[in-house]
């Protein structure tokens, strides 16, 4: 299609034309509409339609908008992109690499947006989560820290690390865990953490359930009881919904937190803020790590190059609540 056979079915001038599609020149709202409806209805409107979008684009990728954490991302990303005067577009990886991969690469080589931010499951390969060199899309990843990323993460390893030097201090040897496979992560890390202050690992306490949630939560504690080892003295949630559901399954059990078992949630979406127990959570502000996200894409977006290496650290901290205790000293469940 050419713009002079546009405007003989449109019957009007090539210069008329233009200065439709072009945004300027001094033609009526009507004939603007008018030489675009022709132009939709033969298929050419994308081919001479080319004003710029007035405000930068930034689309995000999230793994779900099930889970808690994950929409808490959600909104604050998008209320910091609102307030900046960005416009966002979301798309949902369900926590497959493949579809992750395929999504960084539509946004990089054919969605036209000036930014991307990828909210990283932790259950998810490495995909392709490095921007491209010749890229001018900037590329922010939230989560894990890679080399050749720009990273936005918190400080979750070296807060459990913190956590188990107080736990030890206070006479605890008996570590257990109860996540679900999308928190693999944190069942690593933990257990890392553990090995290098000289605490046992025992992986028959380090539960992942093959359910979420709630679920999750009662599946890992009846694999406690089942046990036949005695039971831990302090038990780690993979997040809060799934610690929430734990503390509710020893008290139907007869297992008193924290007299019997300290109790601590590795975040704290899905936890009770008006509940009489207050369990113990770590927990970094999601919002402070959205706003270094945006941050980094006003200064980058438009640059030559705006994915040089940085990674940025956001303190985690222990939020005690009144689950925790030294543990009973030579007793039995």
Known sequence: MTLNKLAQLAHTSVSTVSKAFSGKGD????????IFAVAREHGCFQQ???????????AVIIPEVIGKTYLRYLEALRRSLEENGYTMLLSISNFDPQMQEELIRYYFEHGKVDGLVLVDGSALGDGLSTAPENTRTA????????PLDVCVHSGLRDAIADCLADLHSLGHRNVAYVGEPLTEQKRRMLSEEMEKLGISVCREHMICSL????????????????????????IFGGYGTITAAILDELTAHGIRVPEDVSLISLNKDGLS?????????????????C?????????????????EPCSIKIPTCLYPGNTIKPPRQKEEL
Not at 212 to 217: L, S, T, W
Not at 273 to 289: F, G, M, N, P, R
């Open 211 to 234: 359910k979420r949630f709630e679920e999750a939560g009662r599946d890992g504690v009846r694999k406690l009881l089942d046990s036949s080892l005695p039971f831990p003295t302090v």
């Open 273 to 289: 803020e008006s509940a009489h127990v207050q369990i113990a959570h770590l927990s970094c502000k999601i919002e402070d790590e």
């Open 27 to 34: 033609i009526s709202d009507a004939t603007r509409e008018h």
């Open 291 to 307: 706003k270094e996200v945006i941050r980094l894409l006003k200064e980058r977006i438009g640059k030559e190059h705006p994915n």
């Open 48 to 58: 001479f339609y080319h004003v710029p979008y007035d405000r930068p684009v930034v």
């Open 139 to 146: 590329l922010v990843r939230i989560g894990r820290s890679k």
